[in-house]
């Protein structure tokens, strides 16, 4: 990771913290403009502003990220002091940087230099007010919430308590309405807590963006994506209308399908689905309840969990199989480095942050994941999504600091997840896994089972940053946090809390990024691209389709697209290197809906077959 902007690797503490610009290094250049102020700076002084601040922020990373991958590793008061110490100084200097880049912003600059400058203003995450005890004020918060989180536990009447993954698992494979609904609520005791913390977070945040010229967090949030903040927005409504109707369509096959299972008194044959039986903690991605909904003949007769525990795969395989399908692409190896310092487990004798992330110590070749995995095919998943961080980073390492990092954030979280859309029957068999390869009219199993991660997951991944962008413009007060938080994940993904909730709770903090200040609009937008890459690559790979059986593994024209995309960091508009890949300037739904055009229209038979009544 790196401390500087929206990094995806990690975003803890200090991406969240700061912005990362550098700290006293740049101040030769902001006492020269500071002491300007009744001449127009020169390009030249720009310039020099530009590349003091670039190289004083790259050293000074390295030292942010090694406090924040001890902290993450070691969750103890003292490794959060010195994270939030490094975040205060990091932070402090990060606005002087945006502050000074501001009063640059009227030069007439070569594109490259403007792009930066623009970089230097908009990439905070977390801005701190100018008033250094508020800024060590924010750092504290942000270290605490990441900490409360990270040792988030719940304790059973027996006594007995559970981290996040063991509870997951129950989520997961759990039939027993009772015992989902106490964990489910039991874990959202961790985040009540958390709401003065984050109330204080929000009003810190506000006063630094209004300090940088910014109106509100919203709106630096926003202006990250070479396009106005509202257009950005704009876009994203575009995006979600073209597949609301696919989601919809998902969501009545699915309530029909537990209302069969648990009868109404439990789930409704209308209304809103209850959260507590959807297969995951956040009610995000369903694949877990895939059992329970899949089609009666259609069914591919295999599953990644079972496969990998016949085959013995243990934690680290399950990631050199991953890294394998990046070699096979043309990418090198991972480093020694990687497989040494790399957490794959969850340590039995400390606090650690579990929540999956990538790294990039160095900004060079130190990469790692931190990942406590567990051996499932969900999980198999994450991990390539994670590796797709560490090979963006490595292929981006030769840009210019501000440069390395991906198009656009939805970029950084697509990569990896483009490379799962190639863990396909044919791939699992060449790999040894599957024996048989099931025919053709199992596909309507395999596209479920997919969109049951993949549709589901895209009003969540829309409505988490739709919830934050109000909270920071004041549109929704803290009184309100949590009742707005359910009109929201009613109106978007039309489900409901099991038990009836009030402002006592703040559910909000129950999902890593809250507390952990990770933007999330990233995860929708990766949604949607990385169905656009898939295509695109399967097409560069001469595969005839059907585009859901495709696996670009071992495909060197491929892997060198997409090499090409991921050199380019963040060095040109995203569009640009949108267009690399897929000819096409445009974000575009087009290709979730062409992935899963069979699957809709065997859904839509079936809630009209099952009088299903849909809508919420
Ligand atoms: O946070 C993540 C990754 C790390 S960037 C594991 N994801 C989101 C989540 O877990 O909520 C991946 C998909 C969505
Ligand atoms: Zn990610």
Redesign the pocket.
């Known amino acids: 990771m790196k401390a500087f902007s929206q990094k995806?690797a990690r975003?803890s503490l200090l991406i969240a913290v700061s912005i990362g610009l550098s700290a006293c290094g740049g101040q030769k250049a902001q006492e020269n403009a500071a002491t300007n102020t009744n001449t127009e700076p020169t390009p030249a002084q720009a310039k020099e502003f530009i590349h003091k601040a670039e190289s004083k922020l790259a050293d000074m990373s390295i030292e942010a990220n090694r406090a924040e991958w001890i902290y993450s590793n070691f969750i103890t008061e003292d490794t959060a002091a010195l994270a939030a110490a490094v975040g205060e100084k990091y932070t402090a200097n990060s606005v002087k940087f945006a502050t000074e880049a501001a009063r640059f912003a009227s030069v007439k600059l070569d594109p490259v230099n403007e792009r930066k400058l623009n970089m230097l203003r908009t990439s905070l995450v977390l801005p701190a007010p100018l008033d250094p005890k508020k800024n060590a004020e924010l750092a504290n918060i942000s270290a605490e919430l990441n900490g409360m989180y990270g040792k988030g536990k719940y304790c059973f009447k027996d006594g007995k308590c559970m981290t996040l993954p063991e509870l997951s698992a129950i989520m997961a494979e759990s039939h027993d309405p009772k015992l989902l609904e106490e964990v489910w609520e039991g874990w959202r005791e961790i985040s009540k807590p958390m709401r003065p913390l984050f109330e204080r977070e929000v009003q810190l945040a506000n006063e630094g963006s209004r300090d940088l010229g910014f109106k509100d967090l919203s709106v630096l949030w926003r202006s990250q994506y070479d396009m106005k903040p509202d257009d950005f927005s704009q876009e994203l409504d575009r995006l979600w209308g073209d597949v609301k109707p696919l989601y919809e369509s998902l969501h009545c096959y699915v309530r029909g399908e537990l209302n069969k299972e648990y009868g109404d008194d439990v789930v409704s044959k209308s209304g809103p689905i209850p959260a507590h039986l959807l297969g995951n903690m956040?009610a995000?991605s369903w694949g877990n309840i895939y059992d329970d909904v899949a089609p009666e003949n259609g069914d591919p007769g295999y599953d990644v969990t079972k496969l990998l525990a016949m085959h013995d795969y243990d934690e680290k395989k399950m990631v050199k199989q991953a890294e394998g399908f990046f070699t096979s692409l043309g990418f090198d190896a991972l480093p020694e480095t990687f497989w040494t310092r790399s957490l794959f487990t969850q340590p039995k004798d400390r606090d650690v942050v579990c929540?999956?992330?990538?790294w990039d110590l160095d900004n060079k070749d130190d990469i790692r994941i931190k990942m406590c995995i567990q051996k499932t095919g969900e999980e198999f998943t994450?991990i390539h999504?994670?590796l797709g961080?560490n090979f963006y980073q490595r292929a981006y390492k030769e840009q210019p600091f501000l440069f390395q990092n991906s198009a656009n954030d939805g970029f950084h979280?697509a990569i990896g997840d483009t490379i799962a859309l190639s863990i396909t029957p044919k791939y699992l068999k060449k790999i040894g896994l599957l024996e048989q390869v099931p025919d053709q009219s199992k596909d309507i199993g395999l596209l479920l089972k997919q969109a049951l991660d993949k549709v589901a997951?895209l009003p969540f991944?829309l409505m988490i940053d739709q919830w934050r962008w109000k909270v920071f413009s004041g549109q929704i007060k803290p009184s309100e946090y949590n009742k707005a938080w359910w009109e929201l994940r009613e109106k978007y993904q039309g489900i409901r809390p099991p038990v009836a909730r009030d402002e006592s709770d703040f559910d909000p903090g129950a999902?890593?990024?809250v507390p952990g200040n990770?933007p999330y609009t990233r995860?929708f937008l990766?949604h949607i691209l990385q169905f656009q890459f898939h295509k695109a690559l399967c097409d560069i790979a001469g595969d005839k389709g059907p585009v859901n059986r495709c696996s670009i593994y071992g495909n060197k024209a491929a892997g060198e697209k997409l090499n090409k995309m991921l050199e380019m960091g963040a060095s040109k508009p995203w569009p640009d290197a949108l267009e690399v890949v897929t000819g096409k300037r445009d974000m575009d739904a087009q290709a979730v809906l062409d992935y899963f055009a069979p699957l809709k229209v065997w859904l839509d038979k079936q809630n009209k077959m099952q009088n299903n009544q849909c809508g919420w």
Request: aromatic share 20%; glycine share 4%; hydrophobic share 40%.
């Open positions: 995806p975003l956040w995000q929540h999956a992330s990538a994450v999504h994670e961080h979280e997951f991944g999902k890593y990024h990770v995860y990766a």
